[in-house]
């Protein structure tokens, strides 16, 4: 089977965005270069490649096989050009990095410095929620992935890199507020709970079952900024990371509360699939990740 670099791209590109036109647009050509070009590539390889089902674009087997062995020969020609750039003493590539949205509120601040280090190194962030993550984690599609709690089904190398302390909040005129509690006395009290398969879910769920405590959940919120409103809005009480809150949650009118087996302690994880080799570029950013997010995180509690 014969086909070029560029066919191989712009399949890959097909098979991430799921339509002719946002392929064509991720690869700056027109929709006929892209149509013509798979169509050449699936002659080569004498089977259908995807189908067309209303609006819809789905691979055949054939195009799942080929999607797969695209990336991993893509990925390597990529490591190939970073090891020369790194032979030549430069530092150019691209560095592409999946993380579940809770990880949003603190990994821009930590590539601030990176990007300032490494201006020649391009950064693809794909924020998603942590099914997202897995599913990216499983085609092995970025270099890197950010999540609190790593699937235990899949043979993984992690590196914990921060403390992830999960805090309980209130709004800032609640009752309850400064006193010491027992989850007991949180029984009368409604909750607004992040989407099952969360990392923050899985988390609170594995707590109040080992403390034989059932919340009664108002809400099922995927989305920390749509939580931290509806706690500030008095519909209830909410678990969320403490990386979600200012340095001083008042700012946004809400009160960390004083509860019994509070905070719950998780750490961030910097994944990859066990024998991946990492690019250049990526062991140069987890590597930086490491030294600098702990500084980070002491400078931000000092502040308190």
């Not at 990529?78 to 592409?96: D, H, I, P, S, V």
């Not at 609640?174 to 006395?185: I, M, N, Q, S, Y």
Request: net charge neutral; charged share 25%; glycine share 6%.
């Amino acid at each position: 089977m014969n086909a070029t670099f560029r066919q191989l791209r712009l399949f890959l590109a097909l098979a991430e965005r799921g339509s002719v036109t946002a392929a064509a647009e991720a690869c700056h050509v027109t929709q006929p270069t892209v149509s013509m070009q798979l169509r050449e590539l699936a002659e080569a390889a004498g089977l259908p490649l995807y189908e067309q089902i209303g609006k819809r674009l789905f691979l055949t087997a054939a195009g799942e096989a080929l999607a797969g062995t695209a990336r991993a020969m893509l990925d390597e020609w990529l490591a190939f050009e970073q090891t020369l750039n790194a032979m030549k003493g430069l530092e150019q590539g691209r560095l592409r990095v999946a993380l579940v949205s809770t990880a949003k509120y603190f990994i821009p601040r930590l590539l601030g410095n990176f990007c300032t280090e490494h201006p020649n190194i391009e950064i693809a962030l794909e924020i998603l929620n942590r099914d997202g993550v897995v599913a990216r984690l499983r085609e092995n599609r970025d270099d890197l992935y950010i999540m609190s709690m790593p699937p235990e089904n899949l043979d993984l190398e992690q590196h914990a890199f921060l403390p992830n302390p999960l805090v309980l909040i209130a709004s800032d005129g609640h009752r309850l507020k400064g006193r010491h509690l027992e989850l007991a006395d949180l029984s009368a009290e409604r909750f607004i709970l992040r989407e099952r398969g969360s990392g923050t879910r899985l988390a609170c769920d594995a707590f109040f079952s080992r403390a034989a405590f059932v919340p009664q959940v108002r809400l099922e919120l995927g989305s920390n900024e749509a939580i931290k409103q509806a706690v500030a809005g008095g519909l209830g009480l909410a678990v969320v990371s403490r990386h979600a809150l200012p340095a001083r949650p008042a700012d946004d009118q809400l009160t960390i509360l004083n509860v019994d087996g509070f905070p719950l302690q998780s750490r961030w994880f910097t994944l990859y699939p066990r024998g991946k080799r990492l690019s250049p570029v990526a062991a140069v950013f987890l590597e930086h990740l490491e030294r600098t997010a702990l500084e980070w995180s002491e400078r931000r509690e000092s502040g308190l």
